[in-house]
């Protein structure tokens, strides 16, 4: 592979990544340049930030993988379990918004057990020469999204109605705000489907999901191996890319559960 494409996948793989981050922490597209100013830890601007995300900006300045560098370095040294740091607390005194979105979440840019990526690793990653870490670079294409939610549904409901399931998987699902637990509610009724950010987004929160079920133990299952048992159980499913079951005669099935003994329940 040449610099250029080097340089390519470095951008793709890069705009994943911001993607990937955002999601993860819920934050809007402000929240990043706000932080890199009120600390004064370097320069991003809305606008830049937007075109990194598309994969659009060719050849952002240093002071861009500085600012973001030095704010994943920080959140992963002052944030733990949605609570500020003194020192982090203070310096944002005057921001109260930015005080709010960190302590609704703020992870950072790492594999787990893995130093945190600061300014040079970032521009290593964005010009090709490194991977992102495992956790933000799993890409679920879009085409995949349908298939891959009714895995989900099928998985953490063992094929059983949801109505029988509601409650423990609820009361299992780690998430306490309620626009993304009545999103996840739907999707495992049925009702909707995960985009691919959507879902990549809440990956980690769907293995802890897992876990908390009694299906796994928390550190059993690494995202990329999360994801690859919902495209195993997905195309035994017979889900195609487009999210459509293989051919079915559902009179003839309906007649069939008809002439079957009650299951137990």
């Known amino acids: 592979m040449g610099y250029r494409e080097d340089l390519l996948s470095g951008r793709v793989a890069f705009a994943h990544l911001i993607k990937v981050w955002h999601e993860r922490n819920g934050w809007s597209h402000r929240v990043l340049p706000a932080l890199a100013e009120a600390l004064d830890l370097g320069r991003v601007h809305n606008s830049q930030l937007s075109m990194l995300r598309n994969g659009k900006l060719a050849s ?3 002071e861009v993988f500085l600012a973001l560098g030095r704010i994943n370095q920080l959140l992963a040294c002052e944030v733990r ?12 005194a005057d921001s109260p918004e930015l005080v709010a979105a960190l302590e609704t979440s703020a ?5 787990e057990g893995a130093p945190v990526l600061g300014p040079g690793e970032l521009l290593e990653v964005f010009v090709g020469l490194r991977q992102p870490p495992v956790a933000f670079d799993l890409r679920i294409d879009a085409a995949e999204a349908v298939p891959l939610s009714a895995a989900l549904a099928q998985l953490f409901t ?3 109605p949801w109505r029988l399931c509601r409650e423990p998987v609820l009361a299992a699902y780690p998430v306490e705000k309620r626009q993304r637990r009545e999103r996840f509610a739907e999707v495992m009724a049925g009702q909707r489907d995960f985009s691919a950010a959507e879902l990549d987004s809440e990956l980690p929160d769907l293995r802890l999901t897992l876990a908390r079920l009694g299906a796994t133990g928390e550190a059993e299952l690494e995202p990329d191996q999360f994801l690859e048992l919902l495209r195993q159980q997905a ?4 889900l195609t890319a487009t999210g459509a079951m293989a051919k079915l005669d559902l ?3 309906i007649r069939q559960q008809l002439q079957a003994p009650p299951a137990s329940p």
């Open 60 to 62: 952002p300045g240093p």
């Open 81 to 92: 379990g949605g609570s500020l740091g003194d020192g982090l607390r203070q310096r944002l």
């Open 107 to 111: 992870l950072p840019v790492q594999d």
């Open 158 to 160: 063992a094929g059983r």
């Open 235 to 238: 195309k035994a499913m017979g």
């Open 251 to 253: 009179a003839a099935a």
